[in-house]
């Protein structure tokens, strides 16, 4: 069956990741996946935009459906693929309802982050606010602080329950990044024990960005 999907992916998106480690956790090796590149603007070529006319990664197509965005491809191999490989989602309501919580401020932390990051990548030095930035920073931090009590108030190792869920495969790829970029481990305990607890899963390992394994983070979170 996975040889009938199709995944278009940029290495390092978290987005691109979410749908990359759902597949894992699905058993679906075997899909055909086109890495494609960010820096030559291959999102925005013929062969993606004719899956996804927004130009955007992640495009997934199975058979004759396509699915784009990460949070509709997550659900939609957790949905079709109920009984195979992981469950991702719990069967406890509690749990569940913490799952769709989680998942969905999940977007709040990628938001945040990319004010900062984007920024800091896309405005020359001399052309920068540094207003702006302080602000970004000030919000990106506030929003760290509020996963990093989520985490102390759970048992620590998943965002919903005692299981790994749809939350961790939306949010783990965000704080993947976070820690990448040099948001201190010491400052935020908590968050660096997920991250370190997971990251040597092995839907997690397998599915890690090409690029991330072959060129060193920033310390551009440094001061989070």
Same mark, same amino acid.
């Given at each position: ?8 992916? *940029? ?16 058993g679906?090796q *075997? ?6 590149? $960010?820096e ?7 062969e993606?935009?004719k899956l ?7 495009? $997934? ?6 699915? #784009?965005?990460?949070f509709?491809i997550?659900e ?6 109920k009984?195979?490989?992981?469950a ?8 569940r309802a ?8 999940? #977007? !709040?932390?990628?938001?945040k982050f990319?004010d900062?990051? $984007?920024y ?8 920068? #606010?540094?207003?702006t930035l302080?602000? #970004?920073?000030?919000?990106? !931090?506030a ?8 985490l102390?108030?759970g048992n620590?190792?998943y965002l919903a329950?005692?299981?790994?869920t749809?939350?961790d495969v939306?949010?783990?790829p ?8 040099g948001l201190?481990e ?5 968050l ?7 990251? !040597? ?8 960005p ?6 060193p ?8």
């Amino acid at each position: 069956m996975a040889k009938d999907m199709t995944l278009y992916w *940029g290495s390092g998106s978290p987005p691109c990741w979410r749908a990359m480690i759902a597949l894992e956790e699905k058993g679906l090796q *075997g899909y055909h996946s086109k890495l494609l590149s $960010f820096e030559k603007q291959e999102h925005k070529g013929p062969e993606v935009l004719k899956l996804n006319p927004r130009g955007q990664f992640p495009a $997934f197509q199975h058979g004759k459906i396509i699915v #784009n965005e990460s949070f509709a491809i997550c659900e939609y191999l957790e949905d079709t693929f109920k009984g195979q490989g992981t469950a991702l989602v719990p069967q406890d309501p509690v749990d569940r309802a913490m799952m769709r919580q989680r998942m969905h401020e999940g #977007n !709040t932390l990628m938001s945040k982050f990319v004010d900062v990051a $984007f920024y800091v990548w896309r405005i020359p030095e001399a052309e920068r #606010n540094e207003a702006t930035l302080k602000r #970004n920073k000030e919000a990106l !931090t506030a929003e760290v602080k509020l996963w990093e009590g989520y985490l102390q108030k759970g048992n620590g190792h998943y965002l919903a329950g005692k299981s790994f869920t749809l939350a961790d495969v939306i949010v783990f790829p965000v704080v993947a990044m976070l820690f990448r970029l040099g948001l201190s481990e010491e400052k935020y305990p908590k968050l660096a024990g997920y991250y370190n607890h997971l990251k !040597t899963r092995p839907s997690i390992e397998k599915s890690w960005p090409p690029t991330w394994k072959e060129t060193p983070g920033q310390p551009l979170l440094s001061d989070i």
